[in-house]
């Protein structure tokens, strides 16, 4: 992947939706040219599709990331295990068996059962936890036909809206209406099934950690202003101040030594620690569990 592959999977992480004029605008592509690119980043499996599914502001729940060394004799059995547990959403694996699990929970209690539940099946001795901040829910919460909405976006989400009105049974007018108000307020996640493993580049999750003293938006400045070409996503914890997860893309591993190497030169942070990940698991049933589970109860009341 070059630094234009990377950008196009940046933004479809963040809306799968966007048209690929507003791609191309964005990165001085035609859309046509933008159409290609993502069909060919598809036809390698890199993106393996794009998937709509209720945000965790929708959910009403934390976003958490429990990670550590593994002990376990078999990543792909922890994988497996995992599935028995709804809270979780995502399982990286990288170097060394250095684990990152992503999931969902609402409370202290469904924390306590997720920290638990990844340390058996992951066998981590010491798990660390990463709770990322998620703004609090609106008056207005979901109706049942924002549900649907989302439910017929589920595996497609660039399905046109008139297709789903058709199939909803109302009007193109009401489906861009509601779609619209589910983006602005971050109910909706609009996403892609990416798997950088089936390339050549190396995919590094950065462990960060600045001196004290130093904003999170003074490093993220200079993110955005010097890295910006390599960066996937980047996490900042409410529970653990000074912290963040660099999610980066380079070619090859001197490439990714060279970052970490310029990352350590900047003098705001106090380490600089790549893990290279080398496997992605996804647990899709577990997010349309919890919007077929809310669709029973609007259909209830």
């Not at 900047?266 to 077929?292: D, K």
């Amino acid at each position: 992947m070059d630094e234009v592959d990377v950008a196009l999977s940046r933004m479809l992480m963040r809306n799968s939706r966007t048209p690929y004029s507003e791609l191309g605008k964005e990165l001085g592509l035609s859309p046509q040219m933008v159409h290609r690119r993502v069909q060919h980043l598809m036809d390698v499996e890199i993106i393996r599709g794009t998937y709509a599914a209720l945000s965790f502001k929708a959910m009403k729940a934390m976003w958490v990331i429990v990670h550590g060394w593994s002990k376990a004799n078999s990543m792909d059995e922890v994988a497996k295990d995992l599935r028995s547990d709804p809270h979780v959403a995502i399982m990286q694996v990288a170097s060394g068996n250095y684990v990152y699990v992503h999931g969902n929970v609402t409370d202290a209690v469904g924390l306590a059962e997720l920290v638990t539940s990844v340390q058996r099946s992951a066998k981590l001795s010491e798990p660390q936890v990463g709770i990322v901040q998620t703004p609090p829910l609106g008056q207005d919460g979901l109706s049942g036909m924002d549900l649907r909405i989302i439910k017929a976006l589920a595996n497609d989400t660039r399905r046109p809206v008139n297709e789903i009105a058709d199939e909803l049974g109302t009007t193109a007018k009401t489906v861009r209406r509601r779609l619209d108000r589910l983006m602005k307020e971050d109910l909706v996640q609009l996403s892609i099934n990416w798997q950088p493993d089936t390339m050549g580049d190396m995919v590094s999750q950065i462990h960060i950690v600045l001196k004290e003293g130093v904003p999170n938006e003074k490093a993220a400045y200079l993110m955005i202003k010097k890295y910006a070409p390599g960066i996937i996503r980047s996490y900042t914890f409410s529970n653990v101040p000074g912290f963040i997860f660099l999610t980066y893309c380079n070619r090859n591993a001197r490439e990714m030594q060279d970052t970490c190497r310029e990352l350590e030169g900047e003098g705001v942070f106090t380490s600089v620690v790549p893990n290279v990940i080398r496997a992605i698991y996804h647990y899709p049933e577990h997010r349309e569990a919890v919007l077929q589970d809310l669709l029973r109860k609007t259909g209830k009341s």
